[in-house]
């Protein structure tokens, strides 16, 4: 299925909002999205969320017979799997030109920047090698799925354990968990990738683009860098002209991000083996929220409040005096219902005023009916009127002028009880 | 580095170039009488033939159309006996769907797609030997390519692949210094007003050295620039003393 096409409303709003340096969500230009990293239970299990948008990447290693270009190295293999649970643009099955995009990315970022020492996995060189495979699965695309996979994949690879061997002669055992500890792979630095949306042929710039922001950018840039400064892989994406500033200044804001992401997930590995220790409960059951009625409920999205009454003010002050209103004298035909415009409540004086009646009898009942004859007279009048009521020739009838003005508002019953008020007097 | 010293004392590569130079570029327009754009192209040994069908009606699905713009279509191909080791797929495999990716995204940026909306540009390129630099020779023979077949575009695209060893930029890449580890970056630029069309790198780098590497590549872009440029003016020159007649 095709993705739903943005409408041009949509679009052209996006576009005025990124104009006006404002992002739906609230962010900041150079503003992440929260970033979440949890654990599942096995080692090498890794769940990102970046907003709203969740990979999960697991890595597992089997022992394989090594390429024979590179007879004592490991290989590490990769892939992201874009599965149509995460949008209904995704397709099974097929290997789409964002998923190679993406797939390469990831190539690129973690093996060919070397992070892993993969001469440590060798066993017995030009026979077995431990194959390390990463697979980064989509469970929901909400924009920078490069992100969110290569936090994923970075993490899942520092938290796996592979199990240990041991060597006899010829003979490979590999040893169970419960026989030896299993080994970490050693892991020399960090790389993580960093999106740079443009829009506008390259005027405007947004860190992490959500999905909405995708959808109309004119062309990307994936900056992947470790916390050491050194860039492990560039990648402009989309038909889009940049200019050598613009590269780096995108280069100056990805240092800044990685070291953040970084210590983020130390911080979560660090938190993940301290559970594990002291034998709390850890893994994606515990760290799900619980969501059941509420799995639809949206965070508060922060709305910029801070010169809105200066604004509103400016905008009174601004604004034309709005013409004065003369309060319509139109009384509606019994039996037409109309809306109250807000007078103060009558409930009780009618209340008052059936009293009376009970005790005035029969006299008032008969003035309630000349009272009905003259007021069918005047509103027959004044329905004719009413047509003309926007040019705001009103004319009016002596009987009517007599009423208050804000009667033609109130209720018809209302209006009645008044006037009866009024000649009791 | 695998013994292999990339960079002399005295500052010569492998090949014998200096750090800044480029390989020798030769090219030809025209080549092919059946496509409507054609060119090939040599640098140093790598080698490769690009063919430009278009712009034409929508071919497959009508629905990729595009309502304001013409679709580009590229596929890059290695000839199975380009490389030492002969290749099993031509194309198809990852490496090259990501680069036929990256041509068509080089060539959105350049050609004046607007002009033809609903409509169809093909582009195919075949590297015939492979001696690094793939992808930006690529590019400089698609340039031609698409210029021979006369379709307006802002800008010749050119590109150049930049190395950086011992502190130093190595511009135009042959396959053993590729291979050799060096990091290495990929950029295909619009020479006259400096824009990036396609920017790609590899391996480490540290931030600082960023700059004077992408300063490199441009200056070697711009070299190339001149041999295109120099190109087309012989091939229109040979066709109107031809036509003349």
Partial sequence: MKDTPLSNCERDFLIKAIEEKKRLDGRQTYDYRKIKITFGTDYGCCFVDLGQTRVVAQVSCELVAPKESRPSEGIMFFNIELSPMASPAFEQGRQSELSVKLNRQLERCLRNSKCIDTESLCVVSGEKVWQVRVDVHTLNNDGNLMDAASIAAIAALSHFRRPDVGIQGEEVTVFSPEERDP??????HMPISISFAFFQQGTFLLVDPCEREERVMDGLL?????????????????????LKEQVMRCSKIASVKVSEITELINKALFNDRTARKAGRKCGFAESLPQERITALKTDQSEVEMTDVSERASDIIQKAEAPPPMAASPVLPAPGVGQVGHGLQNTWGLEEDEEQEEESSGEEEEIKMEEEQREKD????????????????VVILYPETTKKPKNAGSSSDQKGAAASKKRQKK | MAGLELLSDQGYRLDGRKAAELRKVQARMGVFAQADGSAYLEQGNTKALAVVYGPHEMRGSRSRALHDRAVINC?????????????????????????SLHLKQTFEAAVM???FPRSQIDIYV????SDGGNYSVCVNAATLAVINAGIPMRDYVCACT?????????????YAEESGGVSSLALALLPRGGQIALLQMDARLHQDHLESLIEAAMTACKGVSKVLDEVVRQHLQEASVLTRE
């Fill in chain 2, 162 to 174: 930049v190395g950086f060893v011992d502190e130093t930029p190595l511009a135009d890449l042959c």
């Fill in chain 1, 222 to 242: 994936m900056i992947a860098m470790n916390k050491h400064r050194e860039i492990c892989s560039i990648q402009s994406s989309g038909g889009i002209m940049l």
């Fill in chain 2, 75 to 99: 596929q890059y191909s290695m000839a199975t006996f380009s490389t030492a080791e002969r290749k099993r797929r031509p194309h198809g495999d990852r490496k090259s769907t990501e680069m």
């Fill in chain 1, 377 to 392: 007279k005047t509103t027959e009048a004044v329905v004719e009127i009413s047509d003309s009521e926007e040019e705001e």
């Fill in chain 2, 113 to 115: 797609t607007q002009l």
């Fill in chain 1, 183 to 188: 080994i970490p792979l050693s892991i020399y």
């Fill in chain 2, 126 to 129: 075949k590297i015939l030997q």
